[in-house]
């Protein structure tokens, strides 16, 4: 691939697609042309193609994987699409992103790293090339997608502020989202997005496929919690726990999992690096009927707390819509007079006057409080800044890459590993 401007397919013509992905990537001229789009919806595809600027439409899913033109493949459908059209696309010789989980079995994952080498042997006998040497190709690479961990509060601030803190004494993850997939092709109003009938995600979920899947995961052993878990962890979760892991690295172990459909709930532990105290993280997570997204990551030191918050648009909404990454840095400041007391605590306080008291002043700490905030709109740049870097061969080398994706996988199997031995050794209503 010798193209400084990459030539993209993309696969899913989605609410958060139209909403997110396709303004940014129309924004970045001078790296991407959007070259081909994929939806199983002819007028949504149709309409994607004329507001965005995109050179081809198809309905045909093979015409985006085997197009001579295209350089990469944007994977955005659901997680049961991940490996099929992934694997596909890298045996042609093309690069792929795909969002994160990249895959939700070993099995799986080895099989998109085998694609990987056919692809170079493809490469070797067509124009698609990303080295000068013809006859030594460089193989397809992958890219997982997970924005959040590319947000510039996140990697300048809140990184930086996580390795001044010292001993971490512990920590909460969060990801409470309003409903989501809340178009349907009857209820979406005309003019939404540009289409009179947006494609949710759950219109091309497909839960034979999904099942499919985990089975390389549980076996036979498939409930209605496991399922619902694993889709969770497929669409929104998995962000979450890369985000995670990135910040405080690879839990020590996994202590209890709590699935009550819509909500999830697990508890990590881990240990300081600096001097082996243990400290607990807390990861909660659901949907719900609220319009709102309650994501976060919260590090708490002695002396000072740490949070990164992520606002990020909603099915059907613009990124450029107030959403937002913001960094919160809370720490003892200095102290603050309160009010005049008589030496036993009493006196003035808020405002209110103890007339028959008199004394001593009050003192109270006083929290410093510091915000840095980005929009969301930067960390989808920032994301493909690094993937236009990474598969280019440039100095910026991404890390959301196939090695990163196997520590997400791992942290899954951590997880469904500790459920099937709480499910068999304590019979409650959650295994």
């Given amino acids: 691939m010798t193209n400084t401007v990459l030539r993209l397919g993309i696969l899913g013509a989605t609410n958060a697609i139209q909403a997110t992905y396709l303004p940014v990537l129309r924004s970045l001229k001078t790296h991407y042309t ?16 004329t507001r965005f600027g995109i050179t081809h439409s198809t309905t045909v899913i093979e015409d985006v994987l085997l197009h001579k033109d295209v350089d990469v493949v944007l994977n955005l459908l659901p997680v049961e699409y991940h490996e099929q059209h992934t694997v596909t696309a890298l045996e042609s010789g093309k690069d792929v992103m795909v969002e994160a989980p990249l895959a939700m079995s070993i099995p799986s994952l080895r099989r998109i790293r085998d694609a990987t080498k056919k692809g170079q042997a493809a490469r070797s006998s067509s124009s698609i090339n990303n080295n000068t040497n013809t006859n030594n190709p460089e193989a397809p690479k992958v890219f997982v997608g997970c924005a959040r961990r590319y947000a510039p509060c996140f990697t300048e601030v809140f990184k930086k502020e996580l390795s001044n803190l010292g001993r971490i004494q512990y920590a909460r993850c969060r990801n409470i989202a309003g409903r989501m997939n ?79 459909d819509p909500f999830y709930s697990a508890i990590f532990h881990y240990t300081n690096s600096s ?28 002396d000072k707390t740490i949070t990164v918050e992520y606002d990020f648009p909603r099915p059907g909404e613009k990124i450029s819509n107030g959403t937002f990454v ?37 003192l109270r700490p006083r929290i410093k409080r510091t915000e840095t905030v980005c929009s969301c709109e930067e960390a989808y740049e920032r994301q493909f800044m690094a993937l236009h870097s990474y598969l280019l061969g440039g100095d910026s080398a991404a890390k959301t890459t196939t090695e990163d994706a196997f520590m997400d996988l791992r942290l899954l199997l951590m997880i469904f590993e500790h459920y099937n031995r709480q499910c068999g050794t304590i019979r409650t209503p959650l295994g």
């Fill in 34 to 49: 959007l070259t081909i789009i994929y939806d199983p919806s002819e007028e949504i595809v149709k309409q994607c193609q």
């Fill in 275 to 302: 001097d082996g105290h243990p400290f607990t993280l807390v990861y909660e997570a659901g949907i719900d009927a609220v319009p709102r997204c309650d994501a976060h990551l919260t590090v708490y030191g002695a």
């Fill in 182 to 260: 809340i178009a349907t092709p009857a209820s979406t109003p005309s003019g939404i997005n540009g289409a009179s009938a947006a494609t949710t995600v759950k219109q091309l979920n497909s839960p034979e496929k999904f099942t499919k899947i985990l089975e390389d995961v549980f076996g036979e052993d498939l409930t209605p919690d496991r399922i619902a878990f694993c889709r969770y962890l497929g669409m929104l979760g998995c962000h979450d726990l890369s985000l995670m892991r990135e910040s405080l690295g690879f839990p020590d172990a996994v202590s209890n999992v709590a699935i009550t």
């Fill in 326 to 362: 913001r960094v919160v840095v809370e720490e003892a400041g200095s102290l603050q007079e309160v009010g005049v007391g008589n030496g036993h605590g009493n006196g003035s306080i808020n405002g209110k006057e103890d007339r028959q008291q008199t004394g001593d002043e009050l």
